[in-house]
């Protein structure tokens, strides 16, 4: 099971990832992307997580 996972010492809260897909990434009290859910197996959120983590300026996203 893949897991999702935010660097926050490398986000710098561009807020991308949240634009792209809000079930999953959302901005915490620091201003940096959080998971806050899994895709569970919904294969338009996975591909949209691959999105994120593809325009993430900073690569700051990881899915291992
Ligand atoms: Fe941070 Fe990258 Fe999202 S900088 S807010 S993890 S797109």
Redesign the pocket.
């Known amino acids: 099971m893949p897991k999702i996972i935010?660097?926050p010492v490398?986000?710098?809260?561009?807020?991308?990832?949240?634009s792209?897909i809000d079930k999953v990434?959302k901005?915490n009290e620091q201003g940096?992307?959080e998971v806050i859910s899994e895709c569970g197996g919904d294969g338009e959120c996975e591909g949209k997580v691959k999105e994120?983590i593809e325009?993430?300026?900073?690569?700051?996203?990881s899915n291992e």
């Open positions: 935010v660097d490398k986000c710098i809260g561009c807020g991308l990832c949240v792209i990434f901005m940096k992307s994120a325009s993430c300026p900073v690569q700051a996203i």
